[in-house]
């Protein structure tokens, strides 16, 4: 059993920035992917960036390429998403994903394993 809990989210200008965060806790060992999805209001939750604990590969969706980053901290158990210069279509509610699978895209297809969610609003 692995627990997800997500932080870092808020309401920021346009242009603003967050860092959302994703600790883990239980039974992590063994973990091999890391994501984060989004989901707006009256939309499907998508692909926003996902990482490889084993070889830090990154994916990224492309509307948030260059715009943002995600990283891990492995002796904190913690995955972050760095968002930069945000856009009002960026508000949504995070979700951390566990064991999301990477596809040849370059994108990953979430696994059933959630976090809770953060809201990020971004206003103009």
């Known amino acids: 059993q692995v627990d997800l809990v997500e932080s870092g989210g808020g309401s920021v200008q346009a242009g603003g920035f967050l860092r959302l965060s994703c600790a883990a806790s239980g039974r992590t060992f063994g973990v091999r992917t890391v994501g984060w999805f989004r989901q707006a209001p009256g939309k499907e939750r998508e692909f926003v960036a996902g990482i490889s604990l084993r070889d830090d590969s990154t994916y990224y969706e492309n509307s948030v390429k260059g715009r943002v980053t995600i990283s891990k901290d492995s002796a904190k158990n913690t995955v972050y998403l760095q968002m930069n210069s945000l856009k009002p279509e960026d508000t949504a509610v995070y979700y951390c994903?566990?064991?999301?699978?990477?596809?040849?895209?370059?994108?990953?297809?979430?696994?059933?394993?959630w976090g809770q969610g953060t809201q990020v609003t971004v206003s103009s």
């Open positions: 994903n566990l064991e999301p699978i990477p596809t040849n895209d370059g994108t990953m297809i979430p696994s059933n394993y």
